[in-house]
């Protein structure tokens, strides 16, 4: 019992750290690319999806959790316009998506289960499968709930090239980060 509830707990703080991290890059992401909003919701360059794409790889479940939690309290303004449905299921796509193809890449043998040896050509195909599910399932909810003015053909390219570039630059932001902070061989041990 005592390990069920330390795993909970640990889950429980992994998604929040998620969700704070991911409301932090989206606002970060509307301050500094701004003037590449193609339309509401869709940017020509998305940063987050880039953190959709680590949290679920690196955290699993408690990532998707935390990217749900976050998208839903940015969200908040819908919710509280009486779009309760909309906010709830673009927070699901939003937060499960990227879980979604994780397992069917794992299903189909192109990823590993553990994803040990994750080579660039497998993080480069699930970052564009994701992009390209997660771009097509929200323009489709958007369709089918138009609480705003979207056009389903007009906005799955802009949406599907904003989370690529945005995934692919924060993923390589993210390999040059570790690669600075890793320890060189030459360095000797005190």
Known sequence: MRLSIRNAAEAAVLGLISA????????????????????QGVNWIFLPAGFRVLLVLGMGWPGCVGIFLGNAYLDLENFQRGHWALTALTALVSGFTPWLVLQFMKRRRMLEANLQNLTHQQLLNFTLIYAAANAVLH????ALIPVHNHQLMLEIWPMFVGDVIGALIMLYAFKGLVHLLKPTSNSRSL
């Open 20 to 39: 704070v991290l991911f409301v932090g890059f989206f606002r970060l992401n509307d301050e500094v690319f701004s003037w590449l909003e193609h339309s």
């Open 139 to 142: 323009q489709l909810l958007w």
